[in-house]
């Protein structure tokens, strides 16, 4: 737009933007200020004055049970990373073949996939307990692992963008080639829809991330428990044992801080587009 | 092209989805006609078993007081967060899309940071922001000569419920709805400036009915999330007393599945949710669709 810059700009929508940045910051700001004091200045000094304590309740954060809180710091990674790249991969090639193939059923699968978004996280999660400790992999990796593979709206997402990017010509030019359609799929399909993929493996990554209720369902081994698992852990045992107060405070601010990090760099590269309806199939 | 290949594609797909989702919710409708009955036996001890028992699951958990009195807590807390974080979310995109403010990038990105905030972390910091103890809103009331309110009591518990909620969820909504502003054709807007519509004449007739599928789909992601809301109120439970350990359905949910031992009833429970979940989420696109298809006409 060319008239932006000459138009004068009113003081009110600025004012109402800036209030809702300051609502949506405040209290990330305050936890990293109360992360650095001690358990007395936590209950003792203003809440926005900086304390002397951020070294001690970093060593009392590491030394906890032996180090815990790193364990769920690399099992947080090995569920968002590994979770959100598998299923990705697995949402990219069902959105790729429902969107350019056509074969008896194609619909049915459509809307059968589809229709698992409806489905409340607890009333699978259940269920998925009991059958999971039946075959014995209730409190591994892979009991918080699996259920997060298939993505009904990963695969929706992966369908619409498949059909909006990739043209049939381009298909069919590598086909006749002679392009098995193993290599159609990771040489030709796969390149093209990597904006489509990295939407929905952020989606993906920052939906395992947060999950709580299944690893809580799930796991009872607390060195295989992800982050919100285990800070959820320590603030239930801190109910009147405040000392523990210091140290969850700075283990919740080096939890979150890195994935806003990562959120704020990655976020360029979504197609926000492709979830508003933007982009039609 | 071979005919089995989109078959091979969509095989693990499909597998997946079996085994973790119909699988489960079989399981589950299975689990919610069995129950446990002490039958007596000829030495004249009860012995309990697992039996049939049709439907009786599911009459006691619709006549459940605690579920009941769950859902009424989860519909005032509905009302409360959907339309605040939906209106919010609508006004920031309309600003933003206004190229009316200063700041734009800063604003959009900072009202977008607690999307990254996961809803037990941001239950915990929010609850030490609401603790009495720790609390600036307490500290500053202090001077006023204010000692005595509680953010986390049953007078202020919805309210703050709702807000941590609402932090969490505004910019991911806010973004969803400005890319859909976006995406609407330029010369639309151009031709209704020059035909002096002005900038909030211009939002509210022109942009938010060009929205209205976005916003509608904004609104059905809102709705089967609040149904479904558990990490938050869960958290707070251990900061505070007055969350009991049923106050919405899905806490009610894993206390029969887990801590009573009650999983047939925990299972009938949560298909009562899903149904619901679906009723819910089929009327709220009947309303949009008939909106839209009256405005159409």
């Known amino acids: 737009m060319t008239g932006t810059t000459t138009r004068r700009k009113p003081i009110l929508p600025t004012a109402i933007l800036v209030l809702g940045a300051i609502y949506c910051l405040f209290p990330v700001a305050w936890l990293v200020i109360a992360s650095t004091k001690s358990s007395g200045q936590l209950f003792g000094t203003f809440t926005l004055e900086p304390g002397t304590g951020l070294v001690s309740n970093l060593r009392q954060l590491f030394t906890l049970e032996n180090g815990v809180y790193l364990s769920w710091v690399k099992n947080t990674m090995i569920y968002a990373f590994g979770g959100a790249a598998l299923s990705t991969l697995i949402s990219a090639m069902a959105g790729y073949a429902l969107a350019k193939f056509v074969f008896p059923g194609r619909e049915t699968f459509f809307r059968f996939l589809v229709a698992g978004v409806l489905i409340p996280a607890i009333t699978l999660a259940i269920p998925q307990y009991f059958l999971m400790a039946k075959i014995g992999l209730a409190d591994t990796y892979w009991s918080v692992l699996l259920p997060c593979l298939v993505s009904p709206f990963g695969i929706y997402l992966c369908r619409v963008y498949a059909s909006a990017a990739i043209p049939d010509e381009m298909l069919e030019a590598a086909r006749i080639d002679g392009a098995s359609e193993w290599r159609l799929f990771w040489f030709v399909a796969i390149p093209v829809m990597v904006p489509g993929l990295v939407t929905v493996f952020l989606l993906q990554f920052v939906g395992i991330w947060n999950n709580f209720l299944l690893p809580y369902l799930m796991l009872s081994d607390p060195t295989k428990f992800p982050l919100t698992l285990g800070l959820y852990t320590l603030i239930s045992q801190g109910n009147g044992q405040t000392t523990l107060y210091s140290a969850l405070l700075v283990g919740v601010a080096l939890s979150v801080l890195p994935l806003i990090a990562i959120i704020m760099f990655l976020q360029r590269f979504w197609k926000m587009d492709l979830i508003s309806g933007g982009v039609k199939g | ?297």
């Open chain 2, 1 to 297: 092209m071979r005919r089995t290949t989109p078959y091979f594609l969509l095989a693990p797909a499909l597998v997946l989805f079996a085994a973790l989702f119909i699988a489960p919710l079989v399981y589950a409708v299975y689990l919610s006609l069995q129950g446990s009955r002490v039958a007596n036996s000829n030495t004249g001890f009860g012995v309990a078993r697992t039996v049939f028992v049709g439907l009786a699951n599911y009459s006691s958990a619709l006549r459940d007081g605690q579920l009941y009195a769950g859902f009424e807590r989860l519909g005032i807390y509905a009302l409360i967060v959907i339309p605040i974080t939906q209106g919010l979310a609508l006004l920031f995109a309309l600003l933003l899309d206004s190229a009316r403010s200063r700041m734009p990038k800063f604003t959009r990105l900072a009202i977008f940071v607690p999307y990254a905030v996961p809803g037990v972390t941001a239950g915990i910091m929010w609850g030490f922001l609401y603790l009495p103890q720790t609390s600036p809103v307490n500290y500053l009331l202090s001077y006023l000569g204010v000692h005595n309110l509680n953010l986390l009591s049953s007078h202020w518990i919805y309210a703050a419920l709702a807000n941590i909620v609402i932090w969490g969820s505004l910019g991911f909504n806010m973004i969803v709805l400005y890319t859909g502003l976006r995406a609407a054709p330029p010369e639309i807007y151009e031709a209704a400036v020059m035909d002096g519509c002005g900038e909030i004449r211009l939002a509210l007739r022109v942009k938010v009915p060009l929205l209205r599928q976005t916003i509608a789909l904004t609104m059905l992601f809102s709705l089967i999330a609040t149904l479904q809301t558990y990490s938050e109120p869960t958290v707070l439970s251990a900061m505070t007393t007055t969350i009991s350990s049923t106050f919405f359905p899905l806490m009610t949910v894993y206390r029969y599945g887990f801590s009573t031992g009650q999983p047939n009833e925990a299972a009938a429970m949560a298909i009562l949710i899903a149904a619901a979940t679906m009723i819910a989420s089929f009327v709220a696109l009947r309303v949009v669709r008939s909106r839209t298809e009256r405005r159409d006409a």
